[in-house]
């Protein structure tokens, strides 16, 4: 069963950083596009960013261009997204997602097939 399991998040002040780890079970990443995610109250799922499966192609949503990084470790099977310079507006449910391809709308949520549970992140004073 193809599972992903996401780590890392918590409370943190703005200006802070945290690491989130995606972690796959049941499959191995290498052959895996994977798109990070995040929905925070009240508001549509919206992509954050996304990696190819050799890590040579990533893209990032506007909001976070700059501040975040996403990067793979296909030895250890996990994902990570460096989230620095964090503000209020980024506070969110993460979600990581994985499929065997996407289209040119890696930021669309349909286009990923597994999905993790999700982990907080919350940034506030």
């Known amino acids: 069963q193809l599972q992903l399991v996401e780590s890392g998040g918590g409370l943190v002040q703005p200006g802070g950083s945290l690491r989130l780890s995606c972690a796959a079970s049941?499959?191995?990443?290498?052959?895996?596009?994977i798109g990070w995610f995040r929905q925070a109250p009240g508001k549509e799922r919206e992509g954050v960013s996304y990696?190819?499966?050799?890590?040579?192609?990533?893209f990032y949503a506007d909001s976070v261009k700059g501040r975040f990084t996403i990067s793979r470790d296909n030895a250890k099977n996990t994902v990570y997204l460096q989230m620095n310079s964090l503000k209020p507006e980024d506070t969110a449910v993460y979600y990581c997602?994985?499929?065997?391809?996407?289209?040119?709308?890696?930021?669309?949520?349909?286009?990923?097939?597994?999905w993790g549970q999700g982990t907080q992140v919350t940034v506030s004073s």
């Open positions: 990696i190819s499966t050799t890590g040579r192609t990533t």
């Open positions: 997602a994985a499929d065997t391809f996407v289209g040119r709308r890696w930021d669309r949520s349909d286009e990923y097939r597994t």
């Open positions: 049941g499959f191995t990443l290498d052959n895996y596009v």
